[in-house]
């Protein structure tokens, strides 16, 4: 892996630099977001995570993908209107960027080499949802659709990895968001 997941380059979504060490010593939520999913109320509960732990040290940082069924066709300026004006995000934004495929971006290679399975909310199957719809990842490590929640703990390293329709309350995953925040 690379020298650390905090040093790879990214950028706002109003364009300015960025890396995940902005965040250093803070628990971080990294999700892939999409405007037109089946899955975008998320952003709701997304935001409601980040308000009931930011005081703790933890961040929320949404990365719209368009990866997914053309999902997220709007520019990051639109993205940004969207998720304000729709759902009140003031967690951190980042620019578009791929998290599948040929142009997958750094922070998901380092993101899926760390933690290559999701774990999915009780009961829930959603590489099997996924094919009832013909959908099928090219590769068994592959973020599977919008909304996949990746976690990382205070010392930067990536503790775990959740499948989209995990829902931000999910007890599953807010557990695991106070056992790293401590």
């Not at 790879?8 to 971080?28: H, N």
Request: charged letters at 25%.
């Amino acid at each position: 892996m690379r020298n650390s997941i905090e040093s790879i380059p990214l950028k706002r979504i109003d364009g300015t630099p960025a890396s995940l060490g902005d965040f250093a010593g803070q628990v971080r939520l990294v999700v892939n977001v999409a405007s037109k999913c089946g899955l975008t109320p998320q952003y709701e509960g997304l935001e409601a995570l980040y308000r009931r732990y930011r005081d703790r040290g933890f961040e929320v940082l949404g990365f719209p993908a368009n990866d997914f069924g053309a999902q997220e066709p709007g520019s990051n300026s639109e993205i940004a209107d969207f998720c304000t004006t729709n759902f009140g995000v003031d967690f951190p934004m980042f620019e578009k960027i791929a998290v599948t495929g040929p142009e997958r971006h750094p922070l998901y290679d380092a993101l899926v080499e760390a933690q290559p399975a999701a774990t999915s909310a009780s009961g829930s199957d959603f590489k099997a949802k996924l094919a009832g719809y013909g959908i099928t990842p090219k590769s068994e490590t592959d973020v599977l659709w919008n909304f996949e929640k990746f976690l990382v703990g205070r010392d930067g390293a990536v503790v775990a990895r959740f499948a989209p329709d995990t829902a931000p309350d999910a007890p599953i995953l807010v557990e695991a968001i106070e056992a790293a925040l401590g």
